[in-house]
């Protein structure tokens, strides 16, 4: 799926969202008229609504090992990566949010390292490693 596919989905689902909005208000517009509750039936099925099988993963994507931050010495990563081709430093505490960069799999975004800190109370950055 490319990046335009994914937009084109979003607006989409947006515009999912705002009819099914629009329907929840007229349902609401006639429960208040009526004082009461309408047995309101679906109109048609929709896909979303159908039961499907899951199907399997046919293949997972592992991502380089991270390391949990060690207590007491580190407690953030400082990321460093390439988006665009503009360099960004970004500091980051969430290690699943960091593995799932990893993977990403976008052309114009590269994780350049990752760095263990410590980050005193003051504001002054101690760097511990370079995890990657």
Do not use: W
Not at 61 to 72: C, Y
Not at 73 to 86: M, Q, W
Not at 97 to 125: A, N, S, V, W
Request: aromatic share 6%; proline share 5%.
């Amino acid at each position: 799926m490319t990046s335009l596919d994914k937009i084109k989905i979003n607006d989409l689902l947006l515009k999912r969202e705002v009819e099914f909005s629009k329907v929840y208000e007229c349902e609401q517009r006639i429960n208040k008229i009526l004082e009461s509750s309408y047995p309101f039936t679906l109109p048609f099925t929709i896909p979303s609504m159908q039961k499907t099988k899951l199907k399997r993963a046919t293949r997972k994507i592992k991502s380089k090992p991270i390391r949990q931050l060690k207590k007491e010495v580190e407690n953030c990563y400082i990321i460093t990566y390439n988006d665009k081709d503009i360099e960004k430093v970004e500091i980051q505490r969430d290690i699943k949010l960091i593995r799932k960069m990893l993977i990403l799999e976008i052309p114009h975004f590269k994780i350049i390292k990752i760095e263990t800190c410590y980050i005193d109370p003051q504001g002054q950055r101690n760097i511990i490693e370079q995890i990657l």
